[in-house]
């Protein structure tokens, strides 16, 4: 019996699965890079050079704002918009299509958001500081799932699984709590222009429309107008990828029918010798490639080639702009004590395993979801370790809860203290399992 190749039974999940693995260690290593950076000689240009104004547009009609600002409201905007578009799969296709599938992700998340929200706020009662509270919420799947990788075959995919589910509905809640509580002073004005290009996506989509240009266009204007509104820009690319369509132009039976009729068409055609086709051939593959390109869903196709560029490109950048905090060793141990530095770190390292435990026990205990296949209760525990590993999202809130430098640094100082502690953690207490 001829072997088969793993590679050709790879499902979309297990090159999701891998993209992010890897991109976990390049983000890693931009990290430490920013790190290094932000405590050498060089500590004065890192800081200058993020600082730096660029213009898009004219002096007289256009946008200025400095290259940090730019990666976050503007890079991360593309973040986002992958984001969206992994949200809005799951929840019509994926692990969230069903509700007894998606009730155990979705009280995991839930209890790993509620409660180290909680015990930051219970930290910093009383206090200006408290309005970080959002920060231990999120999960860092990149790093999350790299941890996974390095298990090899002792997780079986039903947690791996597990723990991409319950990020993305993280993320959502995430992407919530932005856009509700760390906004700016809105501009009403603004806004209605938002909801106008919004409506325009949702036509588009309802139209048919397909051809990415059209949802690139209308999706700047949008991120411009929530610029100027108060929300954070960011949220822009949720609500773009929550309006590309998910129905490919050709189903199957019609991709099959065409492609047979084209298939053939190429087997009928002349050939010429050399490396080229005549003119007939030429267009009969030319016209498969189109057919081809149709039969995908434009969210699945745009999820897959965005994938890439986020994770390779946007997120180290971002680590890159954003890890860097220059402190001394006093400055150091001031931080480890400091009120923010413990809520965040509690938060993500005692608050979100203990919260994804407690709500996921509630939600099987109620009947409303079973635990994952050839997972147990210490598996849920070592997930939601994992799920502490707060990093992007985490950082990326920090620069919106807060303003002040000193406060931005302890948050950090938490989410790296928390997120290397829950990486070891989680790796040691999945790593007791047996391979599968």
Known sequence: ??????????????????????????????????????????????????????????????????????????????????????????????????????????????????????????????GKDI?????????????????????????????????????????????????????????????????????????????????PNFYALVGLVLWIFLLKSGVHASIAGVLIGATIPVRAKHQHDEFLSKSEQLFDRYRESGTIPGPFHTGQRLGTLLALEHITHDAMSPLQRMEHEMNPWVIYGVMPIFALANAGITLSAAELGSAISHPITLGVGLGLLVGKPLGIFLFSWLAVRFKLCDLPNGGGWLDVIGIGTLAGIGFTMSMFITNLAYVDAARIANAKVGIFAASILAGVIGYVLMARRKSS
């Open 1 to 126: 019996m001829p072997m088969i190749k793993f590679s050709n039974l790879m499902r979309p999940f297990e090159d999701f699965f891998k993209n992010q693995a890897s991109g976990g260690i390049i983000l890693l290593a931009t990290t430490i890079l920013a790190l290094i950076l932000a405590n050498s000689p060089l500590s004065h240009f890192y800081h200058y050079f993020w600082e730096i104004k660029f213009t898009i547009g004219t002096e007289a009609f256009g946008l200025t704002k400095s290259l940090h600002h730019w990666i976050n409201d503007g890079l991360m905007a593309v973040f986002f918009f992958v984001v969206g578009l992994e949200i809005k799969r799951e929840f019509l296709a994926g692990e969230l299509a069903s509700a007894r599938k998606a009730a155990l992700p979705i009280a995991a998340a839930l209890g790993g958001m509620i409660v180290p929200a909680a015990i930051f706020a219970l930290i910093n009662l009383g």
């Open 131 to 211: 309005h970080g509270w959002g920060i231990p919420m999120a999960t860092d799947i990149a790093f999350a799932l790299g941890i996974i990788a390095l298990l090899g075959n002792r997780i079986p995919r039903s947690l791996a699984i597990f723990l991409t589910a319950l990020a993305i509905v993280d993320d959502l809640g995430a992407v919530v709590v932005i856009a509700i509580f760390y906004t700016g002073q809105l501009s009403y004005p603004a806004l209605g222009m938002v909801a106008v290009c919004f409506i325009l996506l949702c036509l588009g989509n309802r139209m048919g429309l397909q051809h």
